[in-house]
């Protein structure tokens, strides 16, 4: 019998442990934990926190990091079978839901370890850690776009089966399976979903609907503060084209589905609310204009722009989606400073000089008195005005 509450999924344990199950593995489909996030509206919205930069240096640089384990949460989502996807919330230390890595040693050939916690069939907390350590030694950690060598272990591949754990999903003894218990190296193969993850997804979330195709861009002019006006340039459109603005005031994810543009799906947190419609010029490109309820200060609305085409919307399109914090009436930075994509007072000097501020990389900076991570890397910013890819 399975506990109901604070049930810990170790995972990925190494050879002689996993071989004990290939035996039957023709005959067995996937396993679920026995709770999910499929009470939610949108599974699973909230976010989840990748502290890239707490891996040891040796693994690779904390880009190269945060890009594996990042490739590893968003693969349960980017396949389109299931309703279902995980929200990255960023790189941090903190926050409901993290990946860490940890200086300690787990016990036998564990290398890391998906911990969820839910009641009454509904997971409600989840958190990532991978360790330095088991009972055969040392963890040679390795984050890198091609196949890790023998001698090292994967993290997009263990990241991805980690992420199979918090999604719900149980070991599989198929094979082919991410969540298969035992870690398979020397083959970026063994980072993808098999159709045995895909159907177990699928028996939890149901059948993910049709997203609406983003073709158009949509960027913020400037920080979002409570009261001030906000203007939104949404560009791609055809000439003359009517266009109109979607907001929600929980942000992004996936939304609802709507008749008027052919049972398409949004990708805004409902309740979504049509804003304005404007006309784009002969270029493509819409401005909106509008002021955002000083009372929502704090939250975080996300934006999305959709053009009706074809008969019964048949044929409509979107924008991608931009979110930021709304920020007090009155905000403002000190002198020299402005707002990042997170709403944190940074020099203006960091912008445009030579180095990518995405987030990933802790700067100190003596003539400033910063020190922190910051991140310019969104379109209000021009992704660091060119510092960034």
């Known amino acids: 019998m399975r506990a109901d509450r604070h049930l810990a999924r170790r995972v990925l344990l190494s050879g002689a442990v996993g071989a004990g199950l290939l035996a039957s593995s023709s005959s067995l489909a996937y396993v679920l934990i026995g709770w999910s996030w499929s009470w939610q509206a949108n599974p ?27 490739n590893g949460l968003e693969r349960w989502g980017d396949d389109g079978t299931a309703d279902f996807h995980f929200t990255d919330g960023g790189v941090g230390t903190s926050g409901d839901h993290v990946l860490r890595w940890s200086n300690t040693t787990a016990s036998g050939g564990t290398l890391a370890v ?12 989840c958190d990532i ?5 088991n009972d055969g030694g040392t963890i040679n950690w390795i984050a890198q776009t091609g196949s890790a060598p023998f001698s090292r272990v994967d993290v997009e591949q263990v990241a991805t089966h980690e992420f199979g754990h918090c999604a719900g999903l149980d070991h599989s003894a198929t094979t082919a ?53 906000l203007s939104i340039t949404v560009t791609g459109a055809n000439a003359n084209e009517r266009v109109t603005l979607l907001a929600s005031i929980l942000g992004e994810g996936d939304g609802p589905c709507r008749p008027e543009i052919g ?41 999305q722009a959709v053009a009706i085409r074809g008969s019964g919307g048949a044929n409509s399109v979107g924008s991608d989606t931009q979110a930021y914090p709304i920020l007090s009436p009155g905000f403002s930075c000190q002198a020299g400073w402005v707002p990042d994509c997170n709403a944190l007072c940074v020099p203006s000097s960091f912008i445009d000089d030579g ?35």
């Open 177 to 229: 399976a991410v969540m298969y218990p035992s870690y398979r190296g020397g083959n970026v193969a063994y980072r993808q979903l098999g159709q045995d993850d895909k159907n177990g997804l699928v028996a939890m979330y149901g059948t993910a609907q049709p997203s609406l195709a983003q073709v158009m861009d949509l960027e913020l002019g400037n920080p979002v503060i409570g009261g001030d006006p």
């Open 355 to 389: 180095s990518c501020d995405d987030g990933t990389t802790e700067w100190t900076s003596a003539s400033t008195g910063f020190q922190g991570y910051s991140d310019f890397y969104c379109g209000m910013y021009n992704y660091d005005y060119g510092d960034c890819p």
């Open 44 to 70: 699973m919205s909230e976010p989840f926190v990748l502290n890239a930069a707490s891996f040891p240096s040796g693994t690779g640089s904390t880009s190269a990091v945060t890009t594996a384990l990042r």
């Open 129 to 133: 850690t991978f360790y330095n350590a």
């Open 263 to 303: 049972g398409k799906c949004v990708a805004l947190v409902a309740p979504v609310v049509p804003v304005a419609t404007r006309t784009a010029n002969g270029a493509g490109t819409v401005t909106f204009t509008i002021t955002v309820p000083a009372q929502y200060a704090g939250f975080t609305p996300g934006f």
């Open 114 to 125: 998906a911990s969820s916690f839910g009641f009454g069939g509904r997971m409600t907390d």
